[in-house]
């Protein structure tokens, strides 16, 4: 499929897991990728193998995103789509009670205050010419509670759910759809190397699947490239949810 043919789409996080998965797919369907990552080596590998750009970019720093969107803009004339897919999981995010404060703060900052930039700072290109889709990666955990907490990280894909549906709303009419994609636990190296600290956990969270494994990067990339595409030209601010069928279970399969 080619539904992407002469647009241009900005990946964030695109170094690796679903940004590299996605960056892929997006290229594969006929985009112009910019791949954008604090990761100089892998990002500039992900951009070469999709024939894009690589933009070094610290989601966190206003300036540095500023200058990512102005960038892929006058390399490529516009931006069609923006996947703002940045964000940690780091060990010390765990209960309310053990959780401090500065680990609170890093993974607001990375997960949700990025999201914030990322829109801020794209959603005027998309408005010049009149169309845009914006994919913000939050989380199953937006929806549900988490049994193995992970407070800030839970909160900030809240923050991106709430957040992506109010940007929906607010710029539909003018051709910018925005929609939070709610991944469930994904096979990726962040949560391999998690689940490898912790196997207990690992399973705990296996078992509430009533697909009965992860999903891979591909499978949440093919649905950026649905959101992205105009198969979803009615589809915005929504929740769209690609978790196996956890947050619809009472419980799962024997």
Known sequence: MQRLEGRVAVVTGGAG?????????????GARVAVADVDET????????????????????????????????????RIDVAFNNA???????DSI????????????????TSVYLCCKHVIPYMLDQGKGS????????????AATSQISYTASKGGVLAMSRELGVQFARQGVRVNALCPGPVNTPLLRELFAKDPERAA??????????????????AAVAFLASDDASFVTAAEFLVDGGISGAYVTPV
């Open 17 to 29: 897991g679903i940004g590299l998965a996605t960056a892929r797919r997006l290229a594969a369907e």
């Open 42 to 77: 892998a990002g500039k590998a992900a951009a070469d193998e999709v024939d894009g750009l690589f933009v070094r970019t610290d989601v966190t720093a206003e300036d540095d995103v500023r200058a990512l969107y102005r960038t892929v803009h006058e390399a490529y004339g």
């Open 97 to 112: 009670l053990t959780t401090g404060l500065d680990a609170w703060k890093r993974v607001q900052d990375v997960n949700l």
């Open 87 to 93: 964000g940690i999981s780091p060990p010390d995010d």
């Open 134 to 145: 914006i994919i913000n990666t939050a989380s199953f955990v937006a929806v549900m509670g």
């Open 204 to 221: 705990r969270r296996l078992v509430h699947i009533p697909v009965g494994r992860f999903a891979e990067a591909s499978e949440i990339a």
